[in-house]
């Protein structure tokens, strides 16, 4: 079965110190891997996208994730936080890796920054 | 560029009251559409999606039904609401055809049934 596990629930940084937000999957087939940030009381966002066609993965807003096979994991980095970062971070995974209507959702991270 | 819009951006309701919520898609063609709730602490559970007009695919049985009535249109609706139905929901579109699996969000109506 198809599963993807945010290791987190809650993560606190000060600004200006690296972020690091954990993301485990389980896949059967090659997936496709997400990350969405969701500021309260808006809409996810795409940081980036995992498909196969590199394994590091840039984002905006200085986000990236790198996919380890090996690992089973898929783990959101910044090196600088900044207090419009705080937000909450959903980790997804596209079981099929392609043509699928059902993305799986992990449960979040919220992430606080502290001045 | 595609937009996706969602209205009401917020909603009070009694029980046993109807709802209609709208999403409508800009930019794009034939887009899968989709429905998610997101309840407080329980995650988003997708809810309906549609890859055309008048196919509906429902994920959760419930008092809730989806309608597509034209191409880039999307409502989400109920004829009685029930306390549970409160949360947060999110429609999002998909491109259609191959790789279809990124999916982009609107901005959220918050649901809150009294």
């Known amino acids: 079965a198809q599963s993807v596990t945010q290791l987190d629930s809650h993560v606190s940084v000060s600004e200006g110190t690296p972020v690091l937000l954990r993301c485990n999957y389980s896949s059967s087939y090659s997936p496709s891997l997400f990350w969405y940030v969701q500021h309260p009381n808006k809409g996810l966002q795409l940081l980036l996208k995992?498909?196969?066609?590199?394994?590091l993965v840039k984002g905006i807003n200085g986000f990236e994730a790198e996919f380890k096979k090996s690992e089973t994991s898929f783990h959101l980095t910044k090196p600088s936080a900044h207090m419009s970062d705080a937000a909450e971070y959903f980790c997804v995974v596209s079981p099929y890796g392609g043509a699928t209507n059902k993305l799986i959702f992990g449960t979040g991270t919220l992430l606080a920054v502290q001045p | 560029s595609q937009t996706i819009h969602q209205w009401p951006a917020t909603l009070v309701q009694p029980v046993g009251s109807p709802l209609s919520l709208e999403c409508t898609v800009e930019g794009t063609s034939n887009p899968n559409l989709y429905w998610y709730r997101q309840a407080a602490g329980r995650g988003l559970q997708l809810l309906f999606y549609?890859?055309?007009?008048?196919?509906i695919s429902s994920e959760v049985p419930q008092n809730l039904s989806a309608s597509r009535p034209q191409d880039r249109q999307f409502i989400l609706s109920s004829k009685k609401l029930l306390l549970s139905d409160s949360g947060f929901y999110l429609c999002?579109?998909?491109?259609?055809?191959?790789?279809?699996?990124?999916?982009?969000f609107g901005p959220g109506t918050r649901l809150t049934v009294l």
């Open positions: 995992y498909t196969s066609a590199a394994t």
């Open positions: 549609s890859v055309g007009i008048g196919q």
């Open positions: 999002a579109w998909s491109f259609s055809g191959g790789y279809t699996d990124t999916q982009y």
